[in-house]
């Protein structure tokens, strides 16, 4: 579909929206049809990410798709007129609770692999399903941490973290974005 916009005439630039987690060979059928990557590069620590979601590699393969991706986009283009992006990337990375020295090791490998060519958006949203109790009382195996929110000293240490890296482009947030209001009735 993007083939058959690009060539009845799309201008506008392509924003794809990935979990960091993607395929080189799957990135590469997107190469020179997307403008803008938007990944989330959510572990540094293979034990992390494997309690969470199961991929001891999320890592190492969050590391490959970034690297795949920033070849394909390259660093930060802005329209001069707009000021608007139209290539480049956004790195998203959602802190979790009592992991600053994860979320670090991550802003360091930015920094330093990518450095100002890129935009970080450092989220502190991070907040527990409240179904997370209940599956915990019923036997499941739910890590203590995920059933409470990021500390607000720990948001507050990542982003000082962040600009002692000189780090420009950066986005943070305002920590009232956690809350529950966003979260819809899930039922299991």
């Given at each position: ?55 001891p ?13 920033y ?5 930060i ?40 060519n ?71």
């Amino acid at each position: 579909s993007l083939i058959i916009a690009r060539n009845s005439g799309l201008k506008i630039p392509v924003a794809i929206n990935t979990g960091g987690y993607e395929s080189i060979n799957t990135l590469k059928l997107f190469d020179g049809l997307v403008d803008i990557y938007m990944p989330d590069f959510k572990f540094w620590s293979s034990k992390l990410s494997s309690q969470i979601i199961n991929a001891p590699d999320y890592k190492d393969r969050a590391i490959e798709s970034l690297n795949e991706m920033y070849r394909q986009v390259g660093s930060i283009i802005l329209d001069s007129e707009t000021g608007l992006m139209k290539k480049g990337m956004i790195v998203r990375h959602l802190m979790m609770p009592g992991q600053l020295f994860d979320t670090k090791k991550i802003l360091d490998y930015l920094t330093c692999e990518f450095g100002n060519n890129i935009y970080m958006s450092l989220m502190s949203q991070y907040t527990p399903m409240p179904q997370l109790q209940t599956l915990k009382d019923n036997g499941r195996i739910i890590p203590d941490f995920l059933l409470r929110k990021v500390p607000h000293n720990h948001y507050e240490s990542a982003c000082d973290y962040l600009g002692g890296l000189d780090q420009e482009n950066a986005f943070v947030q305002d920590e009232s974005s956690a809350g529950d209001e966003m979260i819809p009735p899930f039922k299991f």
